[in-house]
């Protein structure tokens, strides 16, 4: 277990180092000098080279590079070129807005999705199980943005529940503050309970073909103590992975989302740099989606072991 | 050459009779021959001209002079969705065809040959899996600029680990097989005996995970032009159209209602039909539905 336990860790680690240059080449191809557009059009080419000096941007590739990575690991991620603040403050407002968000959905998601899932396995083939399996096709298939739209048409614009968009911020108060990731939330959250209710389902019916749940029956226990402690149990691997896959998805998706309910949340943050060459906020942001995404994946190979002891003697 | 298919006792009649009583794959073939009808017959003919601007005409809810009302330029919702049919079938087809071409072969050489390089390729598929795609998709049409096919690139890059995730793992439940023993006994090289006895194999899963990934193209593409980074304006498209209705939502909510569904229909009957073929051709799979 230590050993395969340090195999991953060393190989989450090598992820890291890689997505790291990746990230650093690809936006040293993009067009643009950061310093040019902060001074503006009018500015020297003296003014533009002294600055260039300043940011530090005329030293070789690798120290760049070097420098920027030991930054990354002491949290000192540099200053916005167009913020002028440094980009850890940046990204801890943001993450304030954008971590609830994805927390919420993926909760929602996983609350509607397992219910569901076992509702279906346990009336396969039945009517039940065919309406909500056929919803979860619709769910599928439906962009969040879209869904996020309608929500807003109903809830905000009809009924007038809850706020179209914006962000009171967490000082207004919990409630006014969660009431608008409400919306936010749901849209991120039905796509991808669809897809979980989907493997839900699948993983259950392929466990409950099996031969020891034929003898947790027939040795008397009720068929709903069979399904939740014997089946569920055993259907928790596939189940996991895709939480894993989805946290991934969801934080790509907080991106559309983001922009739909102008939320000042990371991805906007993400998307507003990209758009505003803002290069050392995309480089930030874009390694800590893929550092939370590495970890997060490295967290569900880990927590297979705790969810099924035969796997804990292995490797 | 003989090929080695997963269920030679049936007869191509026997499977489409079978295909023809499959209502997942019925409802998903019919959906998606729509769809592409819709597309290709916009080359030549749309209720309304969609480059012309009526503003006399602007923001009209659906009669029965425009089914689905008209846009803020007076354009007609429903022929901007059958030209918008194009570009996201076009994107979303193109792309999946870059994921197969490049993937495809790349799974299958991992494979074949297994050891440091099947080992090499994996992890460079895991990376590529440590970036939400759609992050990327973002970062790569900002580079290079918005656009059709910017798009298609930053779409077909992570279709790539995809299809060889998919190639590899077929392939490898292949290589074990006696066909194969005879094949390699008969002289035959890797190459060879991936061309003429692997890939025959795999295509189903090929083609069921090629019509997964188009529908996820479609839904990318919605999302890509949403944001003002694919197809640019005046070339109409869907996830556009979402965009340009969000701020017109209370007085023109059809603007956002049809284009949405035209995704939404799309997309459902993209994965009806992957759902149909996998149900169809692979027994076990049956099984657990």
Redesign the interface.
Same mark, same amino acid.
Do not use: C
């Given at each position: 277990m230590t050993t395969y336990l340090l195999k991953r860790l060393a190989i989450a680690f090598a992820t890291l180092v890689l997505a790291s240059i990746v990230v650093f080449a690809v936006l040293e191809i993009l067009p643009g000098d950061p310093a040019r557009l902060m001074l503006g059009m009018n500015a020297s080419t003296d003014q533009v080279e002294l600055l260039r000096n300043q940011m530090g941007l005329n030293a070789p590739l690798v120290l760049r590079y070097l420098h920027w990575a030991g930054g990354l690991l002491s949290l000192d991620f540099g200053r916005s070129y167009t913020y002028s603040v440094p980009v850890i403050d940046l990204v801890r407002e943001r993450l304030a807005v954008s971590l609830p968000l994805a927390l919420i959905a993926l909760a929602l998601s996983t609350v509607i999705a397992i219910p569901v899932g076992l509702f279906s396995a346990s009336r396969r083939g039945r009517a039940g199980d065919t309406i909500s399996m056929g919803a979860a096709q619709l769910g599928v298939a439906v962009p969040n943005f879209w869904f996020a739209l309608m929500l807003i048409y109903v809830f905000a614009v009809w009924l007038r529940l809850v706020p179209a968009g914006g962000f009171p911020g967490w000082g207004a108060g919990a409630w006014p503050a969660l009431k608008s990731l409400l919306l936010p939330a749901v849209a991120l959250a039905l796509p991808q309970a669809a897809i979980l209710a989907r493997v839900t389902r699948s993983a259950l019916i392929e466990v409950l073909n099996e031969d020891y749940i034929r003898t947790a029956r027939a040795k008397g226990l009720p068929y709903r103590a069979v399904l939740w402690r014997h089946a569920l149990r055993n259907a928790m691997i596939p189940v996991l992975t895709i939480l894993g896959l989805q946290f991934a998805f969801l934080l790509a998706g907080t991106i559309i989302i983001e922009n739909v309910f102008y939320l000042p949340g990371l991805g906007r943050l993400v998307f507003q740099a990209i758009t505003q060459r803002d290069l050392i906020v995309v480089e930030s942001v874009v390694m800590l989606l893929v550092a939370a995404v590495i970890a997060v994946n490295l967290l569900v190979d880990l927590s297979y072991a705790a969810v099924d002891p035969r796997l804990r003697g292995r490797r | 050459m003989t090929l080695h298919l997963e269920i030679p006792e049936e007869t191509f009649a026997a499977i489409l009779a079978k295909a023809f009583r499959n209502t997942a794959f019925v409802t998903g073939f019919v959906i998606t021959l729509l769809i592409l009808a819709m597309a290709l017959a916009s080359y030549v003919w749309t209720p309304y001209d969609v480059t012309k601007l009526v503003i006399s005409d602007k923001t009209q809810g659906p009669t029965l002079a425009h089914w689905f009302g008209t846009d803020h330029f007076g354009r007609d919702i429903l022929s901007m969705i059958m030209v918008g049919a194009r570009n996201s079938i076009a994107v979303a087809l193109v792309a999946v065809g870059i994921g197969m071409g490049v993937g495809v072969p790349l799974g299958a050489f991992a494979a074949a040959r297994g050891g440091l390089v099947d080992e090499a390729l994996m992890?460079i598929n895991?990376?590529v899996f440590?970036?939400?795609?759609?992050?990327s998709a973002?970062?790569i049409t900002?580079?290079f600029g918005p656009g059709a096919i910017n798009a298609i690139i930053a779409i077909g890059i992570f279709n790539i680990p995809v299809f060889a995730r998919v190639a590899r793992a077929g392939a490898l439940a292949i290589w074990p097989r006696e066909f194969i023993l005879a094949a390699r006994a008969a002289g035959k090289g890797k190459t060879q005996i991936t061309i003429e006895h692997v890939l025959p194999n795999i295509a189903t899963l090929l083609l069921v995970q090629g019509t997964i990934q188009f529908?996820l193209g479609i839904?990318a593409e919605?999302?890509l032009s949403?944001?003002g980074l694919g197809a640019q304006p005046p070339m109409p498209s869907w996830g556009r159209m979402?965009f340009d209705? &969000?701020t017109r939502?209370?007085v023109a909510?059809w603007m956002?209602?049809f284009?949405?569904m035209a995704?939404?229909?799309t997309?459902?009957g993209l994965?009806?039909l992957g759902?149909g073929i996998a149900d169809i051709l692979d027994p076990k799979s049956r099984? &657990?539905?």
């Amino acid at each position: 277990m230590t050993t395969y336990l340090l195999k991953r860790l060393a190989i989450a680690f090598a992820t890291l180092v890689l997505a790291s240059i990746v990230v650093f080449a690809v936006l040293e191809i993009l067009p643009g000098d950061p310093a040019r557009l902060m001074l503006g059009m009018n500015a020297s080419t003296d003014q533009v080279e002294l600055l260039r000096n300043q940011m530090g941007l005329n030293a070789p590739l690798v120290l760049r590079y070097l420098h920027w990575a030991g930054g990354l690991l002491s949290l000192d991620f540099g200053r916005s070129y167009t913020y002028s603040v440094p980009v850890i403050d940046l990204v801890r407002e943001r993450l304030a807005v954008s971590l609830p968000l994805a927390l919420i959905a993926l909760a929602l998601s996983t609350v509607i999705a397992i219910p569901v899932g076992l509702f279906s396995a346990s009336r396969r083939g039945r009517a039940g199980d065919t309406i909500s399996m056929g919803a979860a096709q619709l769910g599928v298939a439906v962009p969040n943005f879209w869904f996020a739209l309608m929500l807003i048409y109903v809830f905000a614009v009809w009924l007038r529940l809850v706020p179209a968009g914006g962000f009171p911020g967490w000082g207004a108060g919990a409630w006014p503050a969660l009431k608008s990731l409400l919306l936010p939330a749901v849209a991120l959250a039905l796509p991808q309970a669809a897809i979980l209710a989907r493997v839900t389902r699948s993983a259950l019916i392929e466990v409950l073909n099996e031969d020891y749940i034929r003898t947790a029956r027939a040795k008397g226990l009720p068929y709903r103590a069979v399904l939740w402690r014997h089946a569920l149990r055993n259907a928790m691997i596939p189940v996991l992975t895709i939480l894993g896959l989805q946290f991934a998805f969801l934080l790509a998706g907080t991106i559309i989302i983001e922009n739909v309910f102008y939320l000042p949340g990371l991805g906007r943050l993400v998307f507003q740099a990209i758009t505003q060459r803002d290069l050392i906020v995309v480089e930030s942001v874009v390694m800590l989606l893929v550092a939370a995404v590495i970890a997060v994946n490295l967290l569900v190979d880990l927590s297979y072991a705790a969810v099924d002891p035969r796997l804990r003697g292995r490797r | 050459m003989t090929l080695h298919l997963e269920i030679p006792e049936e007869t191509f009649a026997a499977i489409l009779a079978k295909a023809f009583r499959n209502t997942a794959f019925v409802t998903g073939f019919v959906i998606t021959l729509l769809i592409l009808a819709m597309a290709l017959a916009s080359y030549v003919w749309t209720p309304y001209d969609v480059t012309k601007l009526v503003i006399s005409d602007k923001t009209q809810g659906p009669t029965l002079a425009h089914w689905f009302g008209t846009d803020h330029f007076g354009r007609d919702i429903l022929s901007m969705i059958m030209v918008g049919a194009r570009n996201s079938i076009a994107v979303a087809l193109v792309a999946v065809g870059i994921g197969m071409g490049v993937g495809v072969p790349l799974g299958a050489f991992a494979a074949a040959r297994g050891g440091l390089v099947d080992e090499a390729l994996m992890r460079i598929n895991d990376l590529v899996f440590a970036f939400p795609a759609l992050l990327s998709a973002i970062m790569i049409t900002a580079i290079f600029g918005p656009g059709a096919i910017n798009a298609i690139i930053a779409i077909g890059i992570f279709n790539i680990p995809v299809f060889a995730r998919v190639a590899r793992a077929g392939a490898l439940a292949i290589w074990p097989r006696e066909f194969i023993l005879a094949a390699r006994a008969a002289g035959k090289g890797k190459t060879q005996i991936t061309i003429e006895h692997v890939l025959p194999n795999i295509a189903t899963l090929l083609l069921v995970q090629g019509t997964i990934q188009f529908a996820l193209g479609i839904l990318a593409e919605a999302g890509l032009s949403y944001l003002g980074l694919g197809a640019q304006p005046p070339m109409p498209s869907w996830g556009r159209m979402l965009f340009d209705a &969000q701020t017109r939502m209370t007085v023109a909510p059809w603007m956002a209602i049809f284009p949405g569904m035209a995704i939404v229909i799309t997309v459902l009957g993209l994965n009806l039909l992957g759902d149909g073929i996998a149900d169809i051709l692979d027994p076990k799979s049956r099984r &657990q539905r």
